[in-house]
């Protein structure tokens, strides 16, 4: 629950790799990518309404 907490605040994921010990953010991407990809879906929704879609 923390790195999800800190991914979706939008702390980069290299920080978040190093928060945990993870050599390298590969690492991070993999365990927590539903949690990118959740963002990234939001990020979209939230263009889509500023552009009037």
């Known amino acids: 629950m923390h790195a999800t907490t800190l991914l979706l605040a939008g702390v980069p994921v290299h920080v978040v790799a190093a928060r945990f010990g993870h050599a390298d953010p590969s ?3 993999r365990v927590y990518a539903h949690v990118i990809r959740a963002a990234e879906a939001s990020a979209a929704d939230i263009f ?4 009037g879609e």
């Open 27 to 29: 690492i991070t991407l």
């Open 48 to 51: 889509a309404q500023a552009i």
